[in-house]
């Protein structure tokens, strides 16, 4: 099944603590994406990435990084959280270019994150 | 500056009743537009997307939009509303071809009285 897979879906840590939301695809997509959900915001985008090695910062990058390495791998690492870095957090990935459903971002199901 | 703007946070309709939800876009390129609906707890689901041709699209569930560049604007229809499109609902915009880097509105929460 075609898919975007994260872990964790929930966490709860503390300020901080180092952690890393994994996000993996089956689709061999080029392009992904991590989203953050908040309230009234609707989503922001934090990171992008074209293709392996290729990342580069969206609306609100602050506080995160991300690393490209493999095509079907985009994890989202906090450094050193802070509570307004609570959110629920959404990896996405599409194809790039001419290939049939360009744009068309899949969503993995979300990551519900707590920073105390 | 770029942005979607959905000025409904809440809509509250009956069973059976018609529905919009409105979406304004403000974009300097030919705009990809695009609606999905996220049920709760779960990711986002593609509706429909429209970047060329008839103004009028078609989606799953029963959805249709209309893009009408006069206004900017790309709203959300159905024509009869089930308890189950009870939701949150995404407009988005972004440039063809370049991957899913799209722009969100705000999103409308939509309830549904039986």
């Known amino acids: 099944e075609a898919q975007v897979t994260q872990n964790p879906r929930y966490l709860i840590t503390v300020t901080g603590k180092k952690l890393t939301v994994t996000c993996s695809q089956n689709m061999n997509h080029e392009y992904m994406s991590w989203y953050r959900q908040d309230p009234g915001l609707g989503l922001r985008q934090i990171y992008y990435s074209m293709n392996v090695e290729v990342t580069d910062k969206g609306d609100v990058p602050e506080g995160y990084k991300v690393s490209r390495k493999e095509k079907r791998n985009f994890p989202l690492i906090l450094e050193s959280p802070s509570p307004n870095q609570t959110s629920l957090y959404f990896c996405?990935?599409?194809?790039?270019?001419?290939?049939?459903?360009?744009?068309?971002?899949?969503f993995g199901a979300g990551s519900r994150l707590t920073v105390l | 500056a770029q942005s979607v703007t959905q000025p409904d946070i809440h809509i509250t309709v009956s069973e059976g009743a018609s529905l919009e939800l409105r979406c304004n876009y403000s974009?300097?390129?030919?705009?990809?537009l695009f609606w999905y609906v996220q049920s709760p707890g779960q990711g986002l689901q593609l509706l429909l997307k429209y970047f060329s041709g008839d103004t009028l699209v078609q989606g799953i569930k029963g959805f249709e939009a209309e893009f009408k560049r006069s206004q900017s604007s790309f709203n959300l229809r159905k024509p009869s509303v089930h308890w189950s499109d009870a939701a949150e609902y995404f407009c988005a915009v972004g440039p063809y071809n370049q991957g899913g880097k799209l722009i969100f509105g705000q999103g409308t929460e939509l309830s549904v009285k039986p």
């Open positions: 996405a990935s599409s194809f790039v270019g001419q290939a049939s459903g360009a744009n068309v971002l899949t």
């Open positions: 974009y300097g390129a030919t705009p990809y």
